[in-house]
């Protein structure tokens, strides 16, 4: 009975002493450096990572954008970030990471170089939004933005604004990313976030004012600390990992309302109402039903959209009779037709320019495998180049 | 084993729910998905279906005799192949347990860990374990009985948070050439093969009413949660699901409600980390209980218990970091010894059982 007790008392004692000499290993929460963007430039002889980081400290005071930034340079990306540790002897924690940019640079190349160590490692999570910089990634996660103290979450807040929404933005995740250049149809798209000045100079903690212009390449100090605000409406297109051209915000706009619904969504057209005045109009999609098929017939594809908007007008930059305000938005034959062909013309558009740069956008091929799969070995070669589209597009009143 | 009765057949039921999915959730989702892609599920549904197989010739041999495994077996093999046949069990549940536990310790690692931690951060595993081994099968059914609620609480979470962020039509398509299904079910045996453990836990049966309806439904129920958990995460991950290894703390953490809460499916996976630390324990505890008979030690017996808990931490702390070279070690030189021991042996055991019955009784009549 004594030999037992004394058994416990030193198995006891040797859990009491891990724990109150080294927290079982625990990292304590101080030495760590909680990044929470990262952006990838390609330099000459490697990479160049950017961290912002939040340093976990007690204090009052908030952090700029550009004084929570660290580089490090290395051959391959998971040198760079290891270096990151060892310049500052933290321990560089990425499982906060939601936020990863790629600098312009890194697009000369295969993006799956770069992309594939986020799917690789374990430290860092694939649910992190992946997106592109117009410039370098540097640049922009050194930018200062008036909504938020830190540039990467007043990005973030872009890309997460209306998640399940169709939107201009087309938000994708490494997860997301990766699924695609790995599946059949060996595409994919990722938003390109642009910086847009401000009139606002300094104070961060205004709101976002007047828009100006589009940034040009950066370069004296005072460009530098003009505050920016950021457009994420332009998508890039992949093919097997190279980025292959552009998609602009109507084309996202319709082609994501295929893969989520659509709430609130806006799109501008020229109208003509009863009383004859004319301009141009800001139409609501209050409502999106949407399918799309891979169908065979006589012996070829073609890949059939449906898509079914519950539209109003919004706002039209001429006055109008309040018989025409009176009736919620309401939109007349002439202009529903007009709706119709528009974004019809814009889906058709986006087909045709991603077929022809043989990104897979709406990933035919990918259904050609799994609705088709007895076709597959006959017609996956070629298939996108051969491949029709049929969109039909319904536009009807909401009201 | 012995004659003291500890297990009501609810008590084996709910160890049949958990016990025998929970082992399935970490490494094999990834590994079968990379084996059959997104015939994953159907290789899985052909082990599910032979370890029913197993399961149900097991519950014939158990219900059909009132003496334990041991004697039984000693009755038709007689004694020294029955000592031997027992001595190759606890080897083989002290293999069984060693991938199990390994995923358990990566898991742990990850989800906690930001660098390497030392074996030390999972030695309160191996006092737990020590501790269920000696007390034996007592402690350990009614310990299941609160597991299988938190077994339930787990799987809430998880699947709760997982299941809308698949995308199912990449199950598609169905018609699979059958050598994918072939290589996936080859692939996944070390994760299968359990049914064995009802054999030995049969001596603790308290009763036998309505044991193979309710072990068959108990069965059903455990392997439509891992078929269930292998579709929603292959909807998740799709051509990357063979690099997503431990798949209850990857899964769930798409869910949009993740972003203003933080990682609660965390807490989901502590909850299946707990279960799963059971279910390797009955391993040992098993391994325990046939050492003590072959043996004669006494059921309380202290050494046999650290004994074998301390094998099995020597060989996590040699291996510790080298968890996809031992799956591919223990697939190469111990997957046909797994058939023998958790297939060949079981069938072979039960036959003999029936053919010894059928025999006896003819004896009787003769006379």
């Given at each position: 009975m004594f030999r037992r007790a004394k058994f416990y008392l030193i198995i006891f004692a040797i859990v009491l002493v891990n724990f109150l000499t080294l927290d079982f290993l625990l990292i304590d929460v101080e030495k760590t450096a909680l990044i929470v963007a990262i952006g990838i430039d390609k330099v000459e002889d490697g990479y160049e990572v950017t961290a912002q980081i939040a340093v976990p400290e007690a204090t009052n005071q908030s952090t700029k954008s550009n004084e929570s930034v660290i580089y490090a340079k290395g051959d391959t990306l998971y040198d760079a970030v290891s270096e990151i540790g060892n310049r500052t002897g933290w321990y560089p924690k990425l499982s906060f990471c939601n936020l990863i940019i790629l600098g312009n640079s890194v697009f000369e190349e295969n993006v799956m170089g770069v992309v594939d160590f986020f799917v690789r490692s374990y430290k860092v999570e694939d649910s992190s939004i992946l997106c592109a910089s117009e410039k370098s990634a540097k640049e922009l996660l050194m930018s200062i933005s008036p909504l938020d103290n830190i540039s990467s979450f007043a990005l973030s807040k872009i890309f997460v604004r209306d998640h399940n929404n169709a939107s201009a933005i087309l938000t994708t995740t490494v997860r997301d990313f990766s699924i695609l250049y790995y599946s059949k149809s060996k595409s994919g798209l990722m938003p390109q976030v642009k910086m847009i000045k401000t009139e606002d100079k300094g104070d961060n903690t205004s709101s976002a004012s007047s828009l100006t212009s589009n940034s040009g390449a950066g370069g004296n100090e005072a460009e530098k600390n003009t505050p920016v605000v950021y457009d994420a409406e332009t998508s890039l297109l992949f093919y097997n990992g190279y980025k292959v051209g552009e998609l602009n915000g109507d084309e996202c706009l319709f082609y994501s309302m295929f893969e989520k619904g659509a709430n609130d969504a806006y799109f501008s057209l020229p109208v003509t109402d009863d009383d004859g005045n004319g301009g141009t109009a800001l139409l609501s999609i209050k409502k999106a039903n949407s399918s799309l098929k891979l169908v065979k017939e006589e012996g070829t594809f073609k890949l059939k959209g449906e898509l079914k908007l519950r539209i109003k007008i919004s706002d039209t930059d001429f006055p109008q009779s309040m018989k025409e305000i009176a009736t919620i938005g309401r939109l007349n034959d002439k202009n529903l037709k007009k709706a119709e062909n528009y974004v019809k013309e814009k889906l058709s558009d986006a087909f045709e320019r991603s077929k022809n740069l043989n990104c897979d956008l709406f990933e035919t091929t990918e259904m050609l495998y799994r609705y088709h799969n007895g076709d597959f070995d006959d017609y996956k070669d070629g298939f996108l180049k051969n491949l029709t589209c049929d969109f039909s597009v319904t536009c009807q009143n909401y009201i | 084993m012995t004659n003291t009765k500890r297990l009501s057949v609810r008590q084996l039921c709910f160890i049949i729910i958990t016990l025998f999915s929970v082992s399935k959730f970490y490494v094999l989702p990834a590994f079968v998905s990379g084996l059959s892609k997104e015939a994953g599920w159907m290789a899985t549904s052909v082990n599910f279906a032979l370890d029913y197989l197993i399961l149900f010739a097991c519950l014939i041999a158990v219900k059909n005799t009132d003496k334990t495994l041991y004697e039984s077996s000693t009755e038709i093999f007689g004694k020294p192949l029955t000592n031997l046949t027992f001595i190759l069990y606890a080897v083989y549940f002290i293999i069984k347990a060693f991938v199990p536990l390994l995923e358990q310790k990566n898991t742990i690692s990850l989800t906690f860990y930001d660098s390497q931690p030392t074996l030390l951060i999972f030695m309160p595993f191996f006092i737990v374990a020590f501790y269920i081994a000696k007390k034996g099968v007592n402690a350990f059914s009614r310990s299941v009985e609160i597991l299988l609620w938190v077994f339930a609480l787990a799987l809430l979470i998880i699947f709760a948070l997982s299941i809308p962020a698949g995308k199912y039509q990449a199950l598609l398509p169905f018609s699979q050439p059958p050598s994918r299904v072939f290589k996936g079910f080859y692939g996944n045996l070390i994760w299968f093969g359990d049914p064995v453990i009802v054999l030995f836990l049969g001596d603790y049966l308290t009763e036998k009413k309505k044991l193979i309806k309710k072990c068959t439904i108990s069965f059903i129920i455990s392997a439509v949660i891992t078929i269930s958990l292998i579709v929603v995460f292959y909807a998740i991950f799709d051509s990357i699901a063979e690099r997503q290894y431990y798949a209850p703390i990857k899964m769930s953490k798409y869910s949009i409600t993740l972003s203003n809460i933080g990682r609660l499916d965390y807490l989901g996976s502590i909850l299946f980390s707990l279960i799963s630390i059971y279910s390797i324990t009955l391993y040992l505890l098993l391994a325990t209980e046939i050492v003590n008979k072959v043996f004669k030690f006494?059921?309380?017996?202290?050494?046999v218990p650290l004994a074998i808990t301390t094998i099995e931490a020597l060989l996590i702390f040699f291996f510790q970091n080298e968890i996809f070279t031992s799956i591919a070690f223990v697939q190469k030189y111990f997957q046909p010894f797994f058939i023998v021991m958790a297939y060949l042996l079981p069938l072979v055991f039960t036959i003999a059982t029936v053919i010894w019955k059928n025999k006896r009784r003819q004896n009787v009549q003769a006379c």
């Open positions: - | 006494y059921n309380n017996n202290f050494f």
